[in-house]
Structures are given as structure tokens and as C-alpha cells.
């Protein structure tokens, strides 16, 4: 059989632990036999990343930005215990946070759903994508613990001088203040960012905030959305037959549990964080969280949404079989490949991709599954596999296909 072409090389970026060794058998099994694969190939394994001074990370960053697609496995982001584990001479920073910086991209998660697999909320058929501000607000805050009586202000100083000042709250007892921000410049991406993904995967888009209390913060959320809206997407989306719409949260939120799935749920950074949580829990697993970084430009970048998986990769070191799933990362490998496939204009490799996850499914449906899943399908039989044996059960399928 002749192996599909590749045009463009897709940047890939190599990982730690269990996902490094999951990434090897998903190469050896389900991609090198089919695909004449062409890659740039980053190592992106802490080892690596320490030795080059974390340099490497930067050049998968612009990689990425020169060819347009990279696909990624789960890596290390280094704390205290890490530092003593691997003998680093720094903390680096999270990869993940370095590329997003880089790409100045919006993260957006959907779940992988198969039918035996129901979520809890019942109505849901179709996977909701959450679609995360991963900028600002809470996660760059400056807090303070009021210890007495006092005046607690807001206060701007432009370039031009002073020219805000407000008070707080004046405090007659000790209590909390916190400080937040963002930046048009930002918000003006993530906006694009949002509705780039909606057309790209012909889906309406929903952005939820709470600007009836946050009369200025919130409301330039709301107004920079409805703006990039009307200045660059409406027609587009118009010619799709896509919808936009702002709904304040506590109705999106009703909404959403009552919806059947199928829409992107775009969030400002904390409201994302707490509802991604959400939404993946109630569909099921976080081994079958996809997650794509999209730039307002139109970059990529595919991974799953799961970490590194430690506690199997220690197993895995003292020789015990792990039943680690690898959907995910196939899925991020399937999305790339496809994505790659569009640009290039290269048919064969979108039919692969479509295929491999075909075959994926298949096997799923089939009851061959991972430990993780088995508790969650109702009324089959099903046959939980080590990892291998189930890569290998997705090869038999796709092989038939
Ligand atoms: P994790 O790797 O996602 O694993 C947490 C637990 O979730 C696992 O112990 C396992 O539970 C379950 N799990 C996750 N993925 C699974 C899969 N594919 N198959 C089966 N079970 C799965 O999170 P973590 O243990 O908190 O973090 C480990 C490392 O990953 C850390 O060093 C962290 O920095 C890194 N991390 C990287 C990324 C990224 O690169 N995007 C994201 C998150 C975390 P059981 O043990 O109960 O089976
Ligand atoms: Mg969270």
C-alpha cells in the first residue's frame, strides 16, 4: 500500500512520562504504516528543555508560526519536587503558557463522545466546546489583606497626570481587597480568536459575562465582542447560517444544561476555568478532553487536555502494565493531521484523519476500552485492555477501513 503524502511538515512537540511513551506507540501503530509523515520534530521532555535553557520551546513557538499547525504531548510544567527529580537549573515556565504567549492564542476544549458513554446531563448530544480567555482578570490580580480601619481607593495615573480616583470602600474593620485587570488588546483577540474557531468548525458561538453588575469591566468584554462581530464576521457568519449571541451568564448557564450541545461557550478566564471543569466532568472523562490553541491569525495548535499521567508512569517504570487511554492524543494527532490536510489542500490526509478517528470510535463501540472508561459505560459488556492492545484493536479497524 502506498503511504499518504505530506506537503508541509506539521511541527510536532515531543513530551514526558506516560504521554511520551503513548506518543511513540501512536507514531509506530496508527501513523507511520499510513502516513509518509513529514515533521519538525521539538523536544519539548523537560531533559531537553533544561538543557537548552528552555530555548526550544520558544523555537516550537514560532514553528508554529512559520507553518501554521503543530500537535503536542502532554509535558511537565517544573514545581520544587520536579527541580530535585530531574536536577533542573531553573523552574522553567509552562510550555503551554510560553506557546500561547507566542501564538497569542485562546484555548478551546470539546470532549471525545460515544454513545455508550451518556453524560449526566441527559438532553446533551452534542459536545460543547469551551472556549477559555486564558488572560488577565483573577490569574494576574494584586490582593490585599486589610488588617484595620482605612480607606481603601482606585486610582489611575495616566500618562498625562491623574485621572481617576475612587473610593472602595472605607473600611471600619479589617477585611480583603483585591485588584484586576485586562486589556483591549487582548479581549480584541480572544474575540477574534473565538469567532475564527466558530467558522472553522461551523458552530454558533456563545459569549456569556456579567455586565448588568460589572457595568465598565464586563461591558467591554460585551462590547468588543459584538464590535469584531459586526466589523469582521457577521457576513461570513451569515453565509454559514451561524449565530452570535451575548447572553448575560446566569441565563447562559440555565441555557446550557437545558440545550442538546453542538455551540462553542466562549468565557471570560476564571467563569472558563470553573465551567470547563464543569463540562468535562459531566461528559464523562478528562482522557477524552481534546484541546486546540487557536490564534487570532489562524495558527494551531492540537494537544489533549490531559497532564502527563505521573501515577501510570511510575507504574510503567517498575514494569507493571498500564492501562493508560490515548484517545486524547490520537485525537490531538488526528486534528492536526487534518488541519494540515485543509490548508494543504491534500485530500487523502483529511480522509485519514477521518478514518483514524472512525476506527477509534469502532473499537470504542465495540467495548475494547481503556480501565478509566470501563465504569462508565451502562448496560455492555465491555473489555478493559492495557494500552497497547487497544492501539493495536484501533490498527485492526483502521487497517479494514
Ligand atoms: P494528569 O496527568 O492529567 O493525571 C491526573 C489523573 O487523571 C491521572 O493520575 C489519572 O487518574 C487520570 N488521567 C489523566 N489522563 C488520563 C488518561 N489519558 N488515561 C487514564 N487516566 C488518566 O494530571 P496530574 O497528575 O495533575 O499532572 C501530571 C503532570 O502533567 C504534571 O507534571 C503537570 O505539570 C503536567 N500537566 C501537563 C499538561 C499539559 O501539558 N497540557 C496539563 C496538565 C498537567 P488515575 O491515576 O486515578 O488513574
Ligand atoms: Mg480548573
Known amino acids: 500500500m ?51 535553557n528552555d ?32 536536577h533542573l537549573h531553573k523552574m522553567w515556565k509552562s510550555p503551554n ?7 497569542d492564542g485562546t484555548v478551546f476544549r470539546a470532549p471525545i463522545i460515544i454513545d455508550d458513554i451518556k453524560p449526566v446531563v441527559k438532553n446533551w448530544e452534542k459536545p460543547i466546546t469551551i472556549a477559555r480567555h486564558a488572560y488577565g482578570d483573577l490569574y494576574k490580580g494584586t490582593e490585599y489583606r486589610v488588617p484595620e480601619k482605612g480607606k481603601a481607593e482606585l486610582v489611575f495615573t495616566g500618562e498625562s497626570g491623574e485621572t481617576f480616583r475612587e473610593t472602595v470602600y472605607d473600611f471600619e474593620c479589617p477585611g480583603i481587597l483585591q485588584g484586576i485587570y485586562n486589556k483591549d488588546t487582548s479581549i480584541t483577540s480572544f474575540a477574534r480568536a473565538c469567532f475564527q474557531y466558530a467558522l472553522d468548525t461551523k458552530q454558533d458561538l456563545w459569549f456569556s459575562a456579567k455586565d448588568t453588575i460589572s457595568k465598565k469591566y464586563d461591558m467591554r468584554f460585551r462590547d468588543v465582542f459584538q464590535s469584531v462581530y459586526e466589523n469582521e464576521f457577521k457576513e461570513a457568519f451569515d453565509k454559514l447560517g451561524l449565530t452570535y449571541f ?11 444544561i437545558r440545550s442538546k450541545g453542538g455551540f ?29 490553541l487557536c490564534s487570532p491569525d489562524g495558527k494551531f495548535e492540537y494537544e489533549a487536555a490531559h497532564g502527563t499521567v505521573t501515577r501510570h508512569y511510575y507504574r510503567y ?5 498500564t492501562s493508560t487511554n490515548p484517545m ?12 494540515r490536510g485543509e490548508m494543504d489542500g491534500l485530500n487523502d490526509l483529511v480522509d485519514f484523519a477521518n478514518r483514524l478517528e472512525a476506527a477509534c470510535i469502532k473499537t470504542l463501540n465495540d467495548g475494547i476500552m481503556t480501565k478509566d472508561l470501563v465504569g462508565l459505560v451502562e448496560g455492555k459488556p465491555v473489555q478493559a485492555v492495557n ?14 477501513a
Open 55 to 86: 530555548e526550544i520551546t520558544k523555537a516550537a513557538g514560532e514553528a508554529i508560526k512559520k507553518y501554521g499547525v503543530g500537535v503536542k504531548c502532554a509535558t511537565i510544567t517544573p514545581n520544587a519536587q520536579r527541580m530535585e527529580e530531574y
Open 2 to 52: 502506498e503511504k499518504i503524502k505530506m506537503t508541509t511538515p506539521l511541527v510536532e512537540m515531543d513530551g514526558d512520562e506516560m504521554t511520551r511513551i503513548i506518543w511513540k506507540m501512536i507514531k509506530d501503530e496508527l501513523l507511520l504504516p499510513f502516513v509518509d509523515l513529514k515533521t519538525e520534530y521539538y523536544d519539548l521532555g523537560l531533559p531537553k528543555r533544561d538543557e537548552t
Open 97 to 103: 503558557g510560553t506557546i500561547r504567549a507566542i501564538l
Open 317 to 321: 517504570l517498575k514494569g507493571e502494565e
Open 387 to 400: 494500552t497497547i492492545d487497544f492501539i493495536r484493536a484501533i490498527r485492526k479497524n483502521l487497517e479494514s
Open 328 to 339: 486524547a492524543t490520537i485525537y490531538a494527532w488526528s486534528g492536526a493531521l487534518r488541519k
Open 264 to 292: 462553542i461557550w466562549a468565557l471570560k478566564n476564571y467563569d472558563g476555568d470553573v465551567m470547563s471543569d464543569m463540562v468535562s466532568t459531566a461528559f464523562g472523562s478528562l482522557a477524552m478532553m481534546t484541546s486546540v
Open 246 to 256: 451575548y447572553t448575560l451568564i446566569d441565563d447562559a448557564v440555565a441555557r446550557v
